[in-house]
Each structure stands twice: as structure tokens, then as C-alpha cells.
């Protein structure tokens, strides 16, 4: 089975200043790491995903994401966060060796909210 | 453009009715999947359909049906035996052949229910 868990419900952080959502998953094999937003009554946006390689991912909007194998977390952080950020991400995962379903897994989501 | 395109964007429904949202998609992804949204619970999987005529239930299709007549199209019913139907359904697509199969989704249905 596969799971994602998001500990934080909302994060607040002051516009300019570093910003980390935490995201932490569990996983047979080895796993497929996403991150998505979500804008009020709109779909999911992808942002970045971990396939392999190198820890630090890049994804829009000047995101980021590092990949710890062994505390098994993804988090999603930005150097500078923007008033425009304000929104709900979901981290999702998916194994690898999953090749029957296929499907991601969600987190609950985080609240992010920008202050200006 | 390519896209996944839902509708009706907003849906209310009186108890007892059975009610269809739809999905299409043209971006030729071979997989399509259902998922429910709540409140501070995530999405939660319904349905998915990896080819044309079959499907498979997800974590919570009790309630729900759906069909898959053709690759672009994958609509679901939610039916009166669902006991807690309000909420945001969103519906995705990926690629199939290889790769980590990063969902695309649509802009939602949120149904209500009366």
C-alpha cells in the first residue's frame, strides 16, 4: 500500500521570506513523487515530480523540491514566496513497482497563505 | 489546445436522483481516472479505466458507475445509493506507456445535493 502524509493543514509565511511545505510518503518499492496546486474551485496544476537522480527537483513558478530517501520525505519549498503562492498543495505518490493501477495517492493538502 | 474538459462546472441534485458528470479528453492519454474531493481529506480515487471498455473501482466506488465507450470519454454516475454524494469530482488523465504517468487534470464538477 502507498500513502502520503501532509502534517500541516496551513502554513503562513510574510511575502519575500523562504517558504517549505512538508510532505512525507511511504512506499513498497521505490516511488514516483509529485507535487500539485489547487486554486479555489479549480482542477489540480501540476508543479514538479522525482522519477530518479539527482535529489533537488525544479518545477514552475520558481519551486522546488528535495527528495530524502531515507526519511522518506518530498518536501516543496521556494526561496521567496509571493503573495500570489496562496494556495492548497497536495504531495502524491505513486510506486514504481505499481504498474497494474497506477494511480497517485494524495495528501490531505496544505493551506499556504502569503501575507504581504 | 490539449486539455481535459468537465462538465457541468456546478450540479445540484435533488436526494434520489441519479446524475452523470462528464469527462473528455483529447489529449490521447490511454488512462482515465475519478477522484472525489472533501474538505481536508485529499482526493480520494473512484474509478480508472486503462483502455477502452474496461475499468476498475478505486478506493471508494461504492455508489458510482462508469463506462469507457471511447478513448476520449470517461463520465460518471453518481447514483442515489450514494449516501454522501456533495462534493468536487475531478477527473484525470495520463500516458500509459512508461514514465512516472504524472496526472492532468480537469477543472472539476462540484455537485450538490439537495
Wanted: glycine residues 10%; hydrophobic residues 30%; proline residues 5%.
Amino acid at each position: 500500500a502507498q500513502s502520503v502524509a501532509q502534517p500541516e493543514d496551513q502554513v503562513n509565511v510574510a511575502e519575500g521570506n523562504p517558504l517549505t511545505v512538508k510532505c512525507t510518503y511511504s512506499v513498497s518499492g521505490n516511488p514516483y513523487l509529485f507535487w500539485y496546486v489547487q486554486y479555489p474551485n479549480r482542477g489540480l496544476q501540476f508543479l514538479l515530480k522525482y522519477i530518479t537522480g539527482d535529489n533537488l527537483v525544479k518545477g514552475s513558478y520558481g519551486f522546488e523540491a528535495e527528495f530524502n530517501k531515507s526519511q522518506t520525505s518530498f518536501h516543496l519549498k521556494k526561496p521567496s514566496a509571493l503573495v500570489s503562492d496562496s494556495a492548497l498543495y497536495f504531495c502524491a505518490v505513486r510506486d514504481m513497482e505499481d504498474t497494474g493501477r497506477r494511480a497517485l495517492t494524495f495528501g490531505s493538502g496544505t493551506r499556504l497563505q502569503v501575507q504581504p | 489546445d490539449g486539455g481535459i474538459t468537465q462538465s457541468p462546472k456546478y450540479l445540484f441534485r435533488k436526494e434520489g436522483q441519479n446524475v452523470t458528470l462528464s469527462c473528455e479528453q483529447n489529449l490521447n492519454h490511454d488512462a482515465m481516472y475519478w477522484y472525489r474531493q472533501d474538505p481536508g481529506q485529499g482526493l480520494r480515487l473512484i474509478y480508472y479505466s486503462q483502455i477502452v471498455n474496461d475499468f476498475q473501482k478505486g478506493d471508494i466506488a461504492e455508489g458510482y458507475s462508469v463506462s469507457r465507450e471511447k478513448k476520449e470519454s470517461f463520465p460518471l454516475t453518481v447514483t442515489s445509493a450514494q449516501k454522501n454524494p456533495t462534493a468536487f469530482y475531478l477527473c484525470a488523465s495520463s500516458m500509459l506507456a512508461g514514465g512516472p504517468g504524472e496526472l492532468f487534470f480537469g477543472e472539476g464538477s462540484r455537485l450538490t445535493v439537495l
